[in-house]
């Protein structure tokens, strides 16, 4: 979906977008805090968990202007941002947000 975006929503855009990236990279930190490595196999173990994450995060943060809105909502959805995290942004961004959130959860 390709949209507008103002000098200001890019702002917002931008800001909402790292938030949710520090949100999600603060949640991996804590996943790996609670690991007990006492074995050479729970260090490969980390190393896979590791590396999945990096592979959602590749696939999740995509800050392409066209991808944002779809973006935004599965974020929402991870409970990584909120509507009010995007306060500012257009109506018709928003309601489009909205729409997703209300597909996603039937």
Known sequence: ??????????????????????RKCQEIIEQIKRRKL???EDIWKLGS???????EIDRLFDYRYSQ???VFAIL???KLLSLEDLAGLNDEKIDIINK???????
């Open 1 to 22: 979906m390709e949209f507008p975006w103002s000098k200001t929503e890019k702002k917002i855009a931008r800001k909402a977008f790292d938030l949710a990236y520090d």
């Open 38 to 40: 006492s074995t050479g």
């Open 49 to 55: 968990y590791i590396h999945k994450q990096q592979k």
């Open 68 to 70: 944002l809105v779809l």
């Open 76 to 78: 929402i959805k991870k």
């Open 100 to 106: 997703t959130l209300e597909i996603a959860s039937h």
